[in-house]
């Protein structure tokens, strides 16, 4: 690979660890999670965390998926 190839694929991961660093950080302070504080989520197995990510994921992604098809017309209140 040349110069060029290399800092395009460089900046490529970084773009994409800024995406998915963003969407922690989202999850983290909608969900309260590995947040200070005595109010804070605390989950001790690593399973639960895993779900309790995914399940935002899920939640986020139908949210943005309802709010397009409100905006386009597609259901109305």
């Known amino acids: 690979m040349d110069a060029p190839r290399f800092f395009a694929h460089r900046s490529a991961l970084l773009d994409r ?43 986020m992604g139908l949210l943005l998926l309802l709010a397009e098809r409100i905006g386009q017309s597609e259901i109305t209140s």
């Open 17 to 59: 660890r800024n995406l998915i660093e963003s969407r922690f950080s989202a999850l983290q302070r909608g969900y309260e999670l590995s947040l200070d504080g005595a109010a804070r989520t605390s989950a001790f197995d690593r399973a639960v965390t895993e779900v309790l990510i995914a399940t935002a994921f899920v939640t």
